[in-house]
């Protein structure tokens, strides 16, 4: 494995705390599987007692949980970096899916791995911790705009987050991110329907806040559209301070 497969990870954490060169060596040398999954792929699937973790590497990903009916709600994206289910690892069973916005690329690491940091890297084990509990303020974050944010508060809040997270990695710069997620997609993170959707993007977008084309989000004024939709940074830690 060459050693920067896991630097969206490492730079996860040093936009958070300082990494010593032997914790970089020990990430950089955990023994992955890589795949390759597609559009509505499921990388994680409900009810399952996975044996691994899963590191996203290239893409975007989805929290998905599932109605009878068939429709679902797509509970957080998951970005370059980030350890979609690492609190498999503790929980055993899955009560939710991930899955796959587009092509995506991951890695997972063994449990065993996991617990092998636990046991001899205790700022390490903080870290990984530090990751879940991000993942909870992302949680909280949402929950705050689909119950008090209007629909085009609520997009303009995401594509705020979403810049924010890319490009503290170096994924997004200049304003622009890639976004190749359907409206549909879209549907189902803010929990509106389609032709709510599509509507509210053509208002952002008369509004000159930002410009998506299908594939590409490009924001005119980030300070006026962090304005707009209330956006503030600080439930992403991104405070570099030791842990």
Request: proline share 5%; hydrophobic share 45%.
């Amino acid at each position: 494995m060459e050693p920067s497969s896991l630097k969206p990870l490492i730079d996860f954490f040093e936009v958070r705390d300082n990494l010593s060169d032997a914790e970089r060596q020990i990430l950089s040398s955990l023994p992955l599987r890589r795949h390759v999954f597609q559009r509505n792929e499921e990388m994680v699937r409900a009810h399952t007692q996975p044996r691994e973790s899963c590191i996203v590497l290239k893409g975007l990903a989805a929290r998905a949980v599932y109605m009878q009916n068939g429709a679902r709600q797509l509970t957080a994206v998951h970005v370059p970096g980030d350890f979609v289910d690492l609190h498999a690892f503790l929980l055993k069973v899955m009560d939710h899916s991930v899955v796959a916005l587009g092509e995506c690329e991951v890695a997972f690491v063994p449990h065993e791995q996991l617990m092998r940091i636990s046991q001899e890297q205790p700022h390490l084990t903080r870290l990984f911790w530090m990751s879940t509990v991000i993942d909870a303020a992302i949680h909280r974050a949402w929950l705050a705009s689909i119950g008090r944010r209007s629909p085009e508060q609520h997009i303009a809040h995401l594509f705020c987050e979403l810049y924010t997270r890319l490009e503290t990695i170096g994924f997004a710069r200049g304003m622009t991110f890639g976004f190749p997620v359907t409206q549909s997609e879209v549907a189902d993170m803010l929990g509106l329907s389609l032709v709510h959707v599509n509507r509210t993007i053509q208002q952002l977008r008369s509004k000159y806040f930002v410009n998506w084309d299908g594939t590409t989000v490009h924001i005119k004024d980030f300070d006026r559209l962090a304005e707009f939709s209330e956006f503030d940074p600080s439930y992403l830690s991104l405070i570099k301070i030791p842990r």
